[in-house]
């Protein structure tokens, strides 16, 4: 990161001190954030080329083909990609790929689709990062947002690319979810504010298993924020309140938590969420919160204090709290046959994902875990799966880990190596009021093309149940 860092720093000077800004512009990977910025380049008027190792979208395809981007699929042609003055890389691509090693020898900078974006925008950003809970406040926010009548756009890790709005449907607001990975080669870019749900273990093998290291790469959402901005956060997490303790920060705090706290902008007292900001001051009944759990609980503050802060009227803000509908594949309900609850809950990538979704459980539950492991350690949900869980069936190419630290902690335990074996098996265990999970603690790329193909497989197979 530091040497990415100083090579971008480099460029920059190079530019205020006259240099031509560039004309070459190089996409490497053609998803939806690769295509938007290629589109965003081309607009500009740069020379751009797009390079995918794997294979492109037909939709993705169309749009390079509609604004006459020349593309490569299945190969990375080097020729033409080190003759770039910037290069644009999926957040997917770590920088240990031996194409971007090449890149750095070569002292080329690199940033991401975000970064690229906010060059050409002067809309207001509202950024949302954490290990868990993102997609759910970052679509909370955008709803409250268009409820609240904003011109907005959503971005990032969900909706449309944010480069590629920026080029042909501009927003005055966007809500943008990003991740580690997408804030690794950010550095101009600015969160006007910036919510930090939490930081647990998760991508550590992205990390070198180094947890200070995937922290930095979340603090990175604070770069450039002025006191003219907001920072959001939840208070009680130790990772990011060591890190307030310790930065610098300019930009107004507000943090939240499930229980007073002196100068706490959100808390929960007597089934009460109170929040307190410069703009408003407000309230709602718990009950009244569509979303349960404990996890949707600080997702709802954020979202809130959000709102609050771009002046988001307090009744509008209540109103979209009140009929906001779940994300699929978070605690998502399937059916209920023969007494028995299927909850799809594939977006549990992580252990601590897992956690708030047993945490809510409240019936008997039969889990279902399994996947790409990413240096788990399954000692934090071990006291919830003493208390909670009847049963767990192992779902993966390999089970071992799971099977060792978890055979000797439950009287019920399955061994299975496809999703038809694995909700057959958890049927098994069940009884009439028991809950079936899938919440799985693990990357789905073992057995699945993401964890949406795996959410999706896992309801037509309980669909198949009726």
């Keep these: ?39 965003l380049g081309k607009t500009k008027g740069m020379d751009v080329w797009l390079s995918d190792m794997g294979s492109i979208a037909d939709e993705h395809k169309a749009t390079l083909k509609q604004y ?77 947002l268009k409820k609240g009548g904003l011109n907005v756009g959503l971005a990032g890790n969900v909706g449309k690319s944010l480069a590629l709005q920026v080029a042909v449907d501009p927003h005055d607001v966007y809500v943008v979810e990003l991740s ?9 870019f600015k969160a006007h504010i910036a919510v930090l749900l939490n930081i647990t273990p998760d991508h550590l093998d992205r990390y070198d298993h180094s947890m200070e290291k995937y922290a930095s790469a979340k603090y990175r959402i604070l770069r450039n924020q002025t006191a003219a901005d907001s920072f959001i956060y939840w208070l009680d997490d130790p990772i990011v309140s060591r890190q307030v303790r310790q930065a610098q920060i300019e930009a107004l705090c507000l943090p939240f938590s499930d229980h007073p706290h002196e100068g706490c902008a959100a808390w929960l ?26 996890h949707n609980l600080y997702n709802s503050m954020a979202a809130g204090l959000s709102a609050s802060m771009l002046r988001i009227r307090k009744e509008k803000i209540r109103e979209a ?39 809510s459980m409240t019936t008997p539950t039969i889990l279902i875990l399994g996947g790409k492991d990413k240096g788990n350690d399954y000692t934090e949900i071990e006291h919830l799966v003493a208390d909670k869980v009847k049963a767990i069936v192992c779902m993966g190419v390999d089970n071992t880990k799971l ?51 795996r959410g999706r497989r896992f309801k037509a197979e309980v669909m198949k149940l009726l």
């Design 403 to 453: 099977l060792d630290f978890f055979g000797s902690k439950v009287s019920n335990i399955a061994d299975t190596h496809s999703l038809e074996d694995a909700v057959a098996a958890a049927r098994g265990f069940a009884a009439e009021g028991d809950t079936v999970l899938l919440s799985p603690c693990c990357a789905s790329f073992d057995l699945f093309k993401s964890y949406e193909d």
């Design 68 to 144: 006459g981007i020349l593309f490569e699929e299945g190969t990375h042609t080097e020729d033409k990609i080190l003759n770039a003055d910037l290069i644009i890389k999926s957040p997917g691509i770590p920088p240990t790929a031996p194409i971007m090693r090449k890149i750095a020898e070569k002292k080329i900078p690199v940033i991401s689709e975000i970064e690229f974006a906010g060059r050409y925008t002067d809309a207001k950003m509202v950024c949302i990062t954490g290990s868990n809970g993102k997609t759910t406040t970052t679509l909370l926010i955008y709803h409250i």
């Design 1 to 39: 990161m530091a040497a990415a860092e100083k090579i971008y720093n480099d460029s920059r000077l190079a530019a205020r001190n006259g240099a031509a800004e560039p004309k070459r512009l190089v996409v490497l990977g053609g998803g939806e954030s690769g295509a938007g910025a290629a589109v």
């Design 269 to 294: 007292e007597e089934g009460i969420v109170h929040f307190t900001t410069p703009e408003e001051i407000w309230e709602i009944p718990r009950d009244r919160i569509s979303l349960p759990g404990l």
């Design 180 to 188: 580690s990975f997408q804030l690794e080669n950010m550095y101009d």
């Design 321 to 359: 709290l009140e009929d906001f509908e779940a994300v699929e594949h978070r605690l998502e309900h399937v059916a209920t046959i023969n007494g028995i609850t299927y909850i799809n809950d594939s977006k549990a990538t992580n252990v601590n994902s897992t956690w708030y979704a047993l945490e």
